[in-house]
């Protein structure tokens, strides 16, 4: 299994000699990928049709959504970071299913490269790990383009698979723009999530558009932060 997400780095201007001499306020956009053998068994059905606890505990979620959401706001990645669970929470976590695949190895590479250089060596790292002659490989991403573009590339034999945690904050985020911070928002949100998560997502892009226009087109004007526009965004996403 492959994984790949972009993240932020400080980084130094070159021949500036010792110190640090920061260059564009320091920030620079990396791409990491991660590379796990593992061993696992083929399963003729869904061995966890329901979702994990965490989507459906409404702190959790919201607090998901508004980290992605500042990370936006603020140019970073959008990558949930658990720095924020205390030990207590994390040592509740159930102990892992028996259907989850056991890590053998796991190796990184970062890189400053852009997209289309990283996919290339994305594509030479797996051929060193020999991934072209495991029988089963996944390629994991958040929805943005380039992250598909590597994949249609180099690694298109891969399953692909979304970052869940990138759909639930969209989906979080439409039940408020809909309902409000009211109950029938929380319950929307999970019957939404269910059926992305079972693979039904096509009911919901069924579903949303009829909101879309009772909440009415944004104008080309419109800020951002318009709910016609998030709406607009959250439909394409999905």
């Excluded at 970052?163 to 439409?174: E, K, M, N, P, R």
Aim: proline share 6%; glycine share 6%.
């Amino acid at each position: 299994m492959a994984e790949f997400d972009g993240g932020r780095i400080r980084t130094r201007k070159t021949d500036c000699g010792p110190g640090v001499h920061l260059e564009n306020k320091g920030w620079n956009e990396s791409k990491n990928a991660i590379f796990v053998s593992a061993t696992s068994e083929p399963s003729s059905s869904d061995p966890q049709p329901e979702p994990p606890a965490c989507f459906l505990t409404r702190d959790h979620v919201a607090a998901l959504t508004e980290h992605a959401r500042t990370k936006e706001k603020q140019g970073g990645d959008d990558s949930w970071d658990d720095s924020s669970v205390n030990d207590d929470e994390k040592s509740t976590q159930p102990e892992r299913a028996a259907h989850k695949p056991r890590r053998i190895l796991r190796t990184v590479i970062s890189s400053l490269k852009n997209s289309k250089q990283f996919g290339h060596q994305m594509k030479r790292k797996a051929e060193r790990r020999r991934f072209d002659e495991a029988p089963r490989k996944a390629l994991v991403a958040d929805g943005l383009t380039c992250n598909w573009t590597i994949h249609a590339e180099h690694l298109e034999d891969y399953v692909p698979i979304l970052d869940f945690t990138h759909a639930v904050s969209y989906l979080f985020t439409a039940s408020l723009i809909i309902l409000g911070k009211t109950d029938e928002a929380w319950q929307a949100y999970q019957r939404w999530m269910l059926a992305t998560w079972q693979g039904r997502v096509d009911e919901v892009i069924a579903e949303l558009p009829a909101h879309q226009d009772r909440l009415g087109e944004p104008d080309p004007e419109s800020e951002e932060d318009d709910p016609r526009k998030k709406l607009g965004r959250v439909i394409g996403y999905l």
